[in-house]
């Protein structure tokens, strides 16, 4: 699938070019209920720019699972889309990620930690 629409981060989609190349975000849950907190290990399926904040929209199937959810990345005060040392606009889509997500003061899911696994010790 293509992944080019913005010059500047061209893994970040817009809605219209995601759903241009094939990629189905309606299909990711974001409801509260449906987004399971702790650690995880998820697949980036794609990301896409966030329609009313700024913030980055990522597409993920949690690997034990399946399940397709949605987390969001919001701009830092660095004017990044960093979490823990992480520049969400540089990820590949297909890549494993290890997500940390809590719950907020409304009871809302929070992506609070994400990162690459770490590799397994050579022996």
Known sequence: MTTTTNEQNPNVLSFQSALNAGYQPREYTYEKDD?????YHVILD????AKKLPAID???SIKQTGQ???????????????????????????VTLVVQVDRNTNDNPTLNKISRPKAAPKI
């Open 35 to 39: 987004i399971p907190t702790g650690e």
């Open 46 to 49: 794609f990301m896409i720019w």
């Open 68 to 94: 397709k959810i949605r987390l969001t990345v919001f701009l830092d005060k660095e004017r990044s889309y960093k979490l823990h040392q992480t520049n969400v606009a540089e990820l590949s889509f297909g």
């Open 58 to 60: 990522l597409y993920c």
